[in-house]
């Protein structure tokens, strides 16, 4: 099983970006997916989930409105769009699966700062 997160960088307050989550290993289209984010010195907190074929999202109310979670079956690759973002949406963004065994990728690092 191997998550890959790509798309983070640095973004002035305000701006956009769009992070992937690109998977292999396991059959992604029968799996929900979520994003985890962790801020510099906090814990590790859940961002958004989506169900396997992507008819249900959630989101934590910290992003609600501003970030959309996605996915492509046909890919095997799971997104989020960000947008509005604020200094403290600054941390490194997870992907996670949840195969009876919980996968995670090694992150990406989203940056907002002007």
């Known amino acids: 099983v191997q998550l890959v997160e790509s798309g983070g960088g640095l973004v002035q307050p305000g701006g956009s970006l769009k992070l992937s989550c690109a998977t292999s290993?396991?059959?992604?289209?029968?799996?929900?997916m979520s994003w985890y984010r962790q801020a510099p010195g906090k814990e590790r907190e859940w961002v958004a989930e989506?169900?396997?074929?992507?008819?249900?999202?959630d989101y934590a109310d910290s992003v609600k409105g501003r970030f959309t979670i996605s996915r492509d079956n046909a890919k095997n690759t799971m997104y989020l769009q960000m947008s509005s973002l604020k200094p403290e949406d600054t941390a490194v963004y997870y992907c996670?699966?949840?195969?009876?065994?919980?996968?995670w990728g090694k992150g990406t690092l989203v940056t907002v700062s002007s």
């Open positions: 996670r699966a949840d195969l009876g065994t919980t996968y």
């Open positions: 290993g396991f059959t992604f289209s029968s799996v929900a």
């Open positions: 989506i169900t396997s074929a992507g008819g249900s999202t």
